[in-house]
């Protein structure tokens, strides 16, 4: 159980053109879903908190109209990078919190990521 | 406020030998504490998570770390490496949230285990 999955795993894009990320809980339902950078050799950059039915919200330094966050259904969140510049290419991953874990644990099931070359 | 700290950013090892992967973390509360091990180019698997019950905690493929108040750590270890072992490893501490609301984690800067033959 609590599978997360990432569609594309890698895409490769042209410079300005815009990319959309899905992520997906497939067994179970999330209010929350989170979207992580990662660089080569480091750790993961907390980039934005995606809530079901609201606006995401975004950490300092973020652009959210270059990083657009929709959460539009329980197990469904999608991270769109617009006019994407080579500046951008880097590893992207999601996670989630399962809807109904009261616990204040915070587990979060992560996607396998995915990988965006900007040419 | 929470933070975390991986003491060692590569570690080395020979198959066959123990695995120390050391972490420290600070929070003003009672944490949640977690390591991750991650792959190359894959996202990350869970290894074994701490919230308040056993201070000893087991995980999957051998690992198990020990929660210590007193010094505020929540090293891994394993008592024999694998090649497979070879990856990047994260500790992790959430951020307290009240019911299923935010709940931010927050990652160390992860240490590189090389397993030699």
């Known amino acids: 159980g609590a599978v997360v999955s990432q569609h594309p795993s890698w895409v490769i894009c042209k410079s300005g053109t815009s990319v959309k990320i899905e992520c997906r809980s497939l067994d179970f339902q999330a209010t929350t879903m989170f979207w992580y950078r990662q660089f080569p050799k480091q750790s993961l950059m907390l980039m934005a908190t995606?809530?079901?039915?609201?606006?995401?919200?975004?950490e300092q330094g973020v652009e959210k109209d270059k990083f657009l966050i929709n959460h539009a259904s329980l197990t469904l969140s999608t991270l769109t990078v617009t006019s994407a510049h080579p500046e951008d290419s880097s590893f992207y991953i999601c996670?989630?919190?399962?809807?109904?874990?009261?616990?204040?644990?915070?587990?979060?099931?992560f996607g396998p990521g995915t990988r965006l070359t900007v040419l | 406020a929470q933070s975390v700290t991986q003491l060692d950013s590569h570690v080395s090892v020979s198959e066959g030998t123990p695995v120390l992967l050391r972490c420290n973390y600070s929070s003003s509360y009672s944490p949640s504490l977690f390591w991750y091990v991650q792959h190359p180019n894959k996202g990350l698997q869970l290894l074994l998570k701490y919230t308040s019950a056993a201070t000893l905690v087991k995980g999957i493929n051998g690992f198990e770390a020990e929660f210590k108040k007193s010094e505020t750590s929540f090293h891994l270890t394993k008592p024999s490496a694998h090649m497979s072992d070879a990856a990047e490893y994260f500790c992790?501490?959430?951020?307290?949230?009240?019911?299923?609301?935010?709940?931010?984690?927050?990652f160390g800067q992860g240490t590189e285990l090389s397993v030699k033959p």
């Open positions: 996670s989630a919190r399962d809807r109904w874990d009261r616990r204040s644990y915070n587990e979060q099931f």
């Open positions: 995606s809530n079901e039915g609201s606006k995401a919200t975004y």
């Open positions: 992790v501490v959430s951020e307290f949230s009240f019911g299923n609301q935010g709940g931010k984690l927050i």
